[in-house]
């Protein structure tokens, strides 16, 4: 078709029957929207008048409301930017404090299948209740004298979350109580809730050193005590802004804030608590076996997993390049760890025992938590072994002593954390130190290490904090089990430890209807046990 035909055809007049039809539809239109106009005024004539009253404030109102959504200008491609980076870093430190606190559930498999049979219900129930402990002292008190603003020594504000804070904001444009978080830039909530899996960590250390004797309520308060009051003031040092931060001391993820304290504070009641029953006899070491390897070996596993939010979680960012390099540096020492425990217990013990194989890996995970972030891959593998061997020897080393540890929490936690703290010291490649890919590892952290062309300052700090860390933990540690045992008694009778506590503490057994040890030392008397309504057990010899 030509243009000129179109403008031919376009142009063209309409038909007389078409006008009719356009015309005849004008009144009708005009009618309709007369009567709809007519009906309203009759409703509106028919509202009492305080309804009346009430339309032009209604008119007013939507008007108002609809040039603000005018006006409203949409957000820019920075905010929206943003706003997604504050949603990926929420999710993974949300995603992250979810690993930290599956990891009760691998220190409860852990500590059960070490302990004996009799005892599975007590180590159960300690884990489980642990935690929610933890939640309620770290929520009144903890979490406000470990982050709040305050001074050198502790916090001095945010009790039960309260005082100014407008996070995400982060560095200079954060305002708030809170400012030794200012750096990670995610809600109050899911500081707190990855925070507090870590306090939570901290007081099960202790449940396995003092397993198989300590009296139930004892425990409970001993882990409010620990989590409240000492664990924070520690952990303000280093975390918070203290005097140790300041200092130039360096824990990325906690191997001396969270396992050495700890570990101090589990080898302060296992002393005081003094040894299980029949563990040392005539100057002998006698072996009182785990009834269950097989879920000692998966709590193991469980805590292996949960390492990955530990370490690569302590980011509290989505930094892809970060979180993948501590991963590999976490999984490295733990691998390397297991292999040198394994090695170690064969040579020195004669077999390869598997409870040094599962705390040869837990030593590697413990070793690598303060460095994983500033070393490189063969590092991490030196410090896994390095943590390996240690704790074979410290697990003999505290038998010698007739530290009674039924799990090796000590050895583990101890030994290792020290250890990890050292090899910041020891390992570290140094602020803006290229790797590979033309990036620095990282910015901000200790300085260059011993082995790395630095000197000895940073491992300089890195003693005194162990040291002083160690100090504050076992003073207060040390009151903490003296007051308990002056007052309530921490330890059970010795007719409810050779009865297992499972029956003294809580009534009931674990494996009802399953053969029970109920001897002391080397001797396992092994009986049937049947537990009544009551609880109570009627044995009856093996034939």
Not at 535 to 541: L, M, Q, T
Request: aromatic content about 12%; glycine content about 14%; charged content about 10%.
């Amino acid at each position: 078709m030509s243009r000129l035909r179109f403008k031919k055809n376009f142009k063209k007049k309409k038909s007389p029957n078409q006008r009719r039809r356009h015309t005849a539809s004008q009144p009708s239109q005009f009618l309709g929207t007369s009567l709809f106009f007519q009906k309203l005024a009759t409703g509106i004539k028919r509202l009492s008048p305080s309804w009346k009253a009430c339309i032009p404030l209604a008119s007013i109102i939507f008007l108002v409301w609809s040039y603000a959504a005018v006006a409203q200008a949409p957000p820019s491609t920075e905010e929206q930017l943003a706003n997604l980076k504050v949603g990926l870093d929420t999710m993974w430190v949300m995603v992250a404090g979810m690993l930290v606190f599956f990891m009760n559930a691998g220190f409860g498999m852990l500590e059960t299948g070490f302990c004996r049979q009799k005892n599975a219900v007590n180590v159960l129930a300690k884990n489980l209740i642990v935690f929610a402990l933890s939640t309620i002292a770290f929520w009144i008190i903890g979490f406000g004298l470990m982050f709040s603003d305050g001074n050198a020594f502790m916090g001095t504000g945010g009790f039960f979350l309260s005082g100014a804070d407008n996070s995400p904001a982060i560095g200079d444009a954060y305002k708030g109580i809170f400012g030794s978080l200012n750096w990670t830039g995610v809600p109050l909530m899911a500081k707190f809730f990855f925070q507090l899996a870590f306090a939570g960590t901290a007081a099960t250390i202790v449940s396995g050193a003092v397993a198989e004797r300590i009296k139930f309520t004892d425990f409970l308060i001993f882990s409010i005590l620990l989590v409240g009051l000492a664990y924070p003031i520690t952990g303000h040092w280093i975390w918070g802004g203290g005097w140790l931060a300041k200092l130039g001391f360096w824990d990325f993820a906690g191997s001396t804030v969270v396992h050495s304290v700890g570990g101090w504070a589990a080898l302060m009641g296992a002393a005081f608590l003094g040894p299980r029953l029949g563990k040392y006899q005539d100057g002998r070491i006698t072996a009182l076996p785990g009834h269950n390897m097989s879920i000692a070996t998966l709590g193991c596993l469980i805590l292996w997993l949960g390492w990955f939010g530990f370490n690569p979680g302590s980011t509290m960012a989505v930094d892809p390049g970060a979180i993948a390099h501590i991963a590999i540096t976490t999984n490295t020492a733990a691998a390397f760890g297991g292999v040198a425990a394994t090695a170690t217990a064969w040579l020195y013990l004669g077999k390869p025992d598997l409870s040094m194989i599962i705390n040869g890996i837990l030593a590697g995970l413990v070793g690598v938590t303060a460095s994983c972030a500033w070393i490189n891959i063969p590092s991490s593998a030196i410090i896994g072994i390095v943590a390996g061997i240690l704790v074979v020897f410290a697990v003999t080393f505290f038998d010698r002593i007739k530290i009674d540890d039924p799990v090796g929490a000590t050895s583990v936690h101890l030994v290792c954390g020290v250890w990890g703290t050292l090899a910041v010291g020891l390992f570290s490649v140094g602020p803006n130190v290229e790797l590979r890919g033309g990036a620095p590892l990282y910015t901000a952290g200790p300085a260059a290490g011993l082995f790395f062309g630095g000197n000895f300052t940073q491992l300089l700090h890195q003693i005194v904090g162990i040291v002083t860390v160690a100090g504050m933990t076992v003073l207060l540690s040390t009151i903490f089990w003296l007051a308990l045992k002056a007052t309530l008694g921490i330890r059970v009778t010795p007719e409810e430890e050779l009865e297992g506590l499972d029956i003294g503490e809580h009534g009931m057994e674990a494996y009802s209807g399953f053969l029970k040890e109920t001897g002391a030392g080397g001797i396992h008397s092994m009986s049937s046990g049947m537990t009544g309504s009551t609880g109570n057990v009627i044995d009856s010899p093996m034939r």
